[in-house]
């Protein structure tokens, strides 16, 4: 049974403002360069969140790269690719697709018996078969891009019909079976685990326990603290819930970790040793975050750390929409002060901020800090303009415009 907490039993906490800055600490969104500058820097920030989530949306930079932007100052997105090629990360699942260090891939073996087992929801393919071929294809051939089956179709003497191939591909991938070991565009190339993987990784299969740490492992690296249901986010099963919550409990008897209590009676473990040190300043910069960015993922942590209800928009219909399609949270200091709404016109060079939203009352460093940041994403996404159709509150577009290229 999972272990009965009595709330007396935990430290309440009064200084919100200390979490929010101890969790944007280990998110490395406090410093100009956390990590540093390149691609060993773009390694480090990977290793340090645990897993960067992979999505396809492209109304600005997509947001693997954009996260990974919002941390490494002069990231690129070839920084990622060479380190996947090289075998610095890899790319599988977490709660969602993501990109996670080498050092992590024997967890991942874990979620691929998962997959194979049943245990998760997939579409899968039912042809064994076509799944047998493709294996000895890339055996034989080596390392082979989606489309290398792709285009078999239009030939007569090709057997590769493209859309059971891909979903053959997508399950063997997903079972651990082959391994994407770089990207040419939306091109995936694909190869055997054995002749892609490092030969110092280890690739022993965790049990139950060893998983449970290496999840309370992993969130508290990244986040400092977080509410029990946060270490097992989108992770199934009961017995692994059991599991973390006999870790946390054991962290708890050893003194490494501390159970907190928010005014609002809800409860937090946190790293010990993080709690004893003085919390990192936050700088008076913006951040403009992904809405897949590992600080903001969790709403219900965002809604209880920065009292902000976010919600990406773009999964909901067009005429029930309040703020946009891809609205991106806006970090000042430590606060989330808003979101706006935009586009990366890159043919005409312009970013095109189509809603504006100041949802708290900002001081007057805001604006310059603001014009700052968005000229600096609008050159992340090819575009050398920025403008405003709208803001919210209408009296702030003045002082906002006054301030972009």
């Known amino acids: 049974m999972i272990p009965k907490l009595k ?8 200084d919100k403002g200390k979490l929010r800055r101890i969790a944007l600490g280990q998110q490395g969104l406090l410093k100009q360069a956390a990590f540093g500058r390149g691609k060993g820097a773009v390694a480090k920030a990977v290793e340090q969140l645990g897993y960067v989530q992979i999505d396809t949306i492209s109304v600005v930079e997509r947001a693997h790269h954009h996260v990974l932007r919002s941390r490494v100052p002069n990231y690129r997105p070839g920084f990622l690719d060479q380190l996947q090629r090289e075998g610095k990360v890899f790319e599988h699942w977490y709660h969602a697709a993501a990109y996670l260090p080498m050092r992590d891939y024997r967890f991942a073996l874990r979620k691929m018996q998962a997959f194979k087992n049943r245990e998760i929801g997939w579409e899968r393919s039912s042809d064994h078969q076509l799944m047998t071929r493709i294996l000895d294809r890339v055996r034989m051939d080596g390392p082979l891009k989606s489309r290398d089956f792709e285009d078999d179709r239009s030939s ?174 806006l970090l000042y200091r430590d606060r989330i002060v808003g979101r706006m709404d935009c586009k990366a016109h890159r043919a005409s060079g312009e970013l095109n901020i189509k809603q504006l939203h100041i949802e708290r009352n900002v001081d007057e460093g805001f604006f310059a800090a603001f014009a700052s940041a968005a000229a600096d994403f609008a050159n992340f996404n090819g575009c050398p303009e920025v403008t405003l159709s709208r803001c919210h509150p209408a009296s702030l577009k003045p002082a906002v415009a006054a301030g972009l290229i």
């Open 7 to 14: 709330k007396r039993d935990s430290d309440l906490i009064r």
């Open 156 to 329: 007569r003497a090709g057997w590769w019909d493209w859309k059971p191939a891909k979903r053959a591909l997508e399950q063997l991938f997903i079972e651990g079976e082959l391994m994407i070991i770089g990207r040419d565009g939306f091109q995936k190339t694909y190869d055997l685990p054995e002749r892609a993987l490092p030969p110092d990784v280890a690739t022993e299969v965790p049990d139950l326990r060893e998983y449970a740490a290496y999840l309370v492992r992993n969130t508290l690296r990244s986040h400092g603290f977080a509410t029990q249901k946060s270490f097992t986010h989108l992770q199934p099963g009961a017995p692994l819930r059991q599991a973390v919550a006999e870790a946390l409990a054991d962290g708890v008897d050893q003194g490494r970790l501390k159970r907190l209590q928010t005014r609002d009676g809800s409860l937090w473990w946190a790293d010990a040793e993080l709690l004893e040190r003085r919390a990192p300043p936050a700088p008076a910069a913006v951040r403009i975050l992904s809405p897949f960015d590992n600080a903001v993922i969790l709403r219900h942590r965002v809604n209880a750390l920065f009292d902000f209800d976010y919600q990406i928009e773009c999964y909901v219909k067009a005429e029930q929409r309040r703020f946009g399609y891809f609205c991106l949270p």
